[in-house]
Nanobody
Framework: VQLQASGGGLVQAGGSLRLSCAAS????????MAWFRQAPGKEREFVAT????????YYADSVKGRFTISRDNAKRTMYLQMNSLKPEDTANYYC????????????????????WGQGTLVTVSS
């Protein structure tokens, strides 16, 4: 599975961006896809995840109510709609996919995901 992330850019605080992650290859093996982010000088952190089959979604508390993760099975693409952006949302955003089943308690863990895309930079100015 190959993942291609796009959609990052510069936006003012309060603005919106939509990230995309296009998957190619053995898509039928995907069980979940997720977004993580890494701010300068910080560790990579979980943002949101979506179970590919059920569409169930889960979010980090820091983005709940502002970000929405979704997927389009036909286009093999995952999205992250980011609204009410804050300067602290500035980071490289990475998409990830898992071809294994993941129990609920491990959906937010990096090691649960098998494939990673390159980062797309989101910069939120104050």
């Amino acid at each position: 599975v190959q993942l291609q992330a796009s959609g990052g850019g510069l936006v003012q605080a309060g603005g919106s961006l939509r990230l995309s992650c296009a998957a190619s290859g053995s898509i039928f093996r995907i069980n979940a896809m997720a977004w993580f982010r890494q701010a300068p000088g910080k560790e990579r952190e979980f943002v949101a995840t979506c179970r590919w089959g059920s569409g169930n979604t889960y979010y980090a508390d820091s983005v709940k109510g502002r970000f929405t993760i979704s997927r389009d099975n036909a286009k093999r693409t995952m999205y992250l709609q980011m609204n009410s952006l804050k300067p602290e949302d500035t980071a490289n955003y990475y998409c990830a996919a898992a071809n294994r089943g993941i129990i609920l308690g491990r959906l937010r863990i990096e090691d649960s995901y098998d494939y990673w895309g390159q980062g797309t930079l989101v910069t939120v100015s104050s």
